[in-house]
């Protein structure tokens, strides 16, 4: 069974609420970002549901849980991963789900909780 056949729904993690059921050509992981209808959700998690048929399990759905993302403009890549924020900020999360610790759902830009990092 080719993955672009494989029904995917993007589920709403504080609610559940289910937001669509699509057909992805890619394969999500956490911390990917999802557009949907014209809004950016970044992946919590992915749960894959197998049913058993003759001669083994299928994989028959993919359910991704997803947080709406603000503002993705202020990410940098560091090791394979996307962190979101100023990453020379002491308060800066390093987290590809949170811009930072003291003002996580704040923009980085005009920040008054801005402080520089030192350098170890």
């Known amino acids: 069974m080719n993955q672009d056949s494989i029904v995917t729904e993007v589920i709403l993690s504080h609610n559940h609420q289910s937001l669509a059921k699509l057909k992805l050509d890619w394969n999500p992981k956490k911390g990917n970002y999802l557009e949907l209808e014209g809004k950016t959700y970044t992946i919590l998690e992915y749960h894959h549901h197998y049913q058993y048929q003759v001669g083994g399990y299928q994989l028959k759905r993919i359910s991704l849980y997803v947080q709406k ?23 800066n999360a390093h987290s590809e789900i949170v811009r930072c610790a003291v003002n996580p759902q704040g ?14």
């Open 107 to 120: 923009l980085c830009q005009n920040c008054q909780l801005f402080e520089q990092k030192e350098d170890d």
């Open 69 to 91: 993302t603000a503002d993705i403009q202020e990410k940098t890549l560091v090791n394979g991963r996307w962190i979101l924020g100023n990453i020379n900020c002491c308060f």
